[in-house]
């Protein structure tokens, strides 16, 4: 009987235990997927949002821990406008506002100029007219939510938009996001002349021509001015859920490794007898702890692959829960799945030694005494 054969023996003398523990690893692992995954879509997925909208780079305001949360005054937008090299600048104001009664949806206000509009991708419909108001683009996911379509009328912070188009970004943040004019929002909102950031697009986006226009905005506005792709790499907020969720992952996977060393210490002060009678037929001690090493790893695969089918499930569960789901798209990547199951096999190997370790001091003669 070789190591493997003796090591499934083993744990299907002891099934109960050795399912318990497959799914409590099992669980770990899904757990580490989906909140690991879920850590990396906050950034992943905010982060797509401003990209895919043509902007080289965001003014916030200086000082503000959170990107979307801080307020710049809309007058400051020409004196950008004239630096060098800009091309153009935008204001936008974010608010995450109630939208037909129950739900809600983040609503974004564009002034009639932004060069937003001309980039806006549309599935139906058209963008408003200069000077419009009361009129809203929603995003396809929205739309598709609340089931409205062109020309239908949407209730917004307590007021009634007319629905002129239906866009379609690639982002899921922006394909649940709901566009109205500027003015109609800082009305609604009481934010008169306030915008949340200011984006710029330059005439040229090589790296040297980006950090000259950077450098010259933020000495005309005393603003905190980034480029698009690492403009919340800063941000507290987007920070803490990373780190909540990557903390709450590590933890989880912990818990299995745990796991497989109860099982297996308990496993060792079970089979004292019959460890002590492996000793006095000839095997070494790097035997027997080769042979308890194989167990945690047999526990650590199959828990493992019970744990990808559970993470690609809660993964697929988050992006279900509306709450969630409008705003995050939870998307796993094979690199992260590969990585789980590779720490959680490794762990679990790590924890088996102490166990294997135990085993081998064990006197023989005490051993075949045990009863």
Known sequence: ???????????????????????????????????????????????????????????????????????????LGPKFAVIQGVEAVTGELVSLAPVERNNHALVIGWPDDSFFWKNMPLQSGRIPNKGERKVAVLGDAVAAVLNKKVGDKIEMLES?????????????????????????????TFKDGIVTLFHVRLKQSDPAAIERARQEIQKAGNVSVSTTENALRNDRFVGLLRAVSATMAWVSLLMGVLMVLNTLLMAVLERTREIGIMSSIGWSQQRIMMALMIEGLILSILGSAVGVVLGIGGAKLLNAIPAIGNFISVDLTFGLVAMTVFAAILLGILGSIYPAWVATRQSPAAALEHT
């Open 160 to 188: 009634q938009f007319t629905i002129v188009g239906i866009s379609r970004y690639a982002s899921v943040i922006n394909r649940n996001g709901v566009v109205v004019p500027l003015a109609d929002l800082q009305e609604l």
């Open 1 to 75: 009987m070789n190591h493997v054969q003796l090591a499934a023996r083993n744990l299907a003398r002891r099934r109960v235990r050795s399912i318990l523990t497959l799914l409590g690893v099992g669980f770990a692992v899904g757990s580490f997927i989906t909140l690991y995954g879920l850590s990396r879509s906050v950034h992943e997925n905010a982060q797509a949002s401003l990209d895919e909208r043509g902007a080289h780079l965001t003014i916030a305001r200086r000082g503000s821990g959170e990107l979307f949360g801080g307020t710049i005054p809309e007058n």
